[in-house]
Nanobody
């Protein structure tokens, strides 16, 4: 069974920084893509940043230049460094992992989420 466990959320002031981490059960190489999503109250869940097994990254326009996603394969961990945080970054952040099956379908796994609150 796949488990994704997030840590690092909390309360920070406008302009501050936080680092989120997500540890996978078993090898991170099982997953084609790892990523971070977020969901604010009353809004849909949105992709924040993603990283492939080859290290290619992508970011939402709203976080480009402020957030950095990285992965440590030896520690089965994906991290999200968040700098210059803004109140609109307040949300529950979810770690995600995707794995393509031999039949071509995609399995999507989620962590339970960690709250990030940015005060103005």
């Amino acid at each position: 069974q796949v488990q994704l466990v997030e840590s690092g959320g909390g309360l920070v002031q406008n302009g501050g920084s936080l680092r989120l981490s997500c540890v996978t059960s078993g090898s991170i190489f099982r997953f084609n893509t790892m990523g971070w999503y977020r969901q604010a109250p009353g809004k849909q869940r949105e992709l924040v940043a993603g990283i492939t097994s080859g290290g290619t990254t992508n970011y939402a326009d709203s976080v480009k230049g402020r957030f950095t996603i990285s992965r440590d394969n030896a520690k089965n961990t994906v991290s999200l460094q968040m700098n210059n945080l803004k109140p609109e970054d307040t949300a529950v952040y979810y770690c995600s992992a995707e794995r393509m099956t031999s039949s071509g379908s995609t399995l999507h796994f989620w962590g339970r989420g960690t709250q990030v609150t940015v005060s103005s």
